[in-house]
Structure formats: structure tokens, C-alpha cells
């Protein structure tokens, strides 16, 4: 089956830096993956976008991000990153990983990651 497989996540100080890594795994599958995200959640507070990007290597960042974020991806398009600059204890979140997955039959998926914990400590 498919697995968004999340990496990076841990524990820094404010104004420290962390990147997040997404890999899709799609194992006797063949797909063209198309607009990739970062999304997070923090406790208490709704899911929210912190960037995406998309085929056609477009990208979109959430207000509170743009400028310290990054979201960056292969050419092959079935990894994704997140570098994180300046950090706040406010970014303190789930990071969950979100992919548009095409596949041989014709349909497209949308899938998410298991989450990897951001905690930035002041």
C-alpha cells in the first residue's frame, strides 16, 4: 500500500532551524505524485497549511511561515521538504505530510502522513 514515510521532526529552541523529509512509498504501484503539502496541528487548534507545492513546482505558504519556511521537492516529485528557519514556540505542532497521488487506473488519492512532532522550546 501507499505510506507518506515523515522524518525530521524533534525538539529546538527558539530561533533554532529543522527540516522535515516525506517520502511516498508506493511499493508495485506506479503513480505521478502532484501537489504535495505540510500541513500542522497544534493542540486545541484546527489543522492548518504551511506550505505546499505543486506539480508544476508553484508554491503556497501560510501567513505565519512565509519567509522562515521553505517547502522544496525532487524532479521526481515523491519527496517533499520542509526547512525551517527561525522557529517559534508557536510552531510547536504535529507536521503531518499530504500528497495528490495519480495511479495507473486512472484515479487520483490524497494521502497523509503519521505526523512527525515539532516542539520548539523557549
Known amino acids: 500500500q501507499v505510506q507518506l514515510v515523515e522524518s525530521g521532526g524533534g525538539l529546538v529552541q527558539t530561533g533554532g532551524s529543522l527540516s522535515l523529509s516525506c517520502v511516498v512509498e508506493a511499493s508495485g504501484r506506479i503513480f505521478r505524485a502532484n501537489t504535495m503539502s505540510w500541513r500542522r496541528q497544534a493542540p486545541g487548534k484546527p489543522r492548518e497549511l504551511v506550505a505546499s507545492?505543486?506539480?508544476?513546482?508553484?508554491?503556497t505558504y501560510g501567513d505565519s511561515v512565509k519567509g522562515r519556511f521553505t517547502i522544496s521537492r525532487d524532479n521526481n516529485y515523491n519527496t517533499v521538504y520542509l526547512r525551517m528557519n527561525s522557529l517559534k514556540p508557536e510552531d510547536t505542532a504535529v507536521y503531518y505530510c499530504n500528497a495528490d497521488l495519480f495511479f495507473d487506473d486512472g484515479i487520483n488519492r490524497n494521502y497523509w502522513g503519521q505526523g512527525t512532532q515539532v516542539t520548539v522550546s523557549s
Open positions: 507545492i505543486s506539480r508544476g513546482g508553484s508554491t
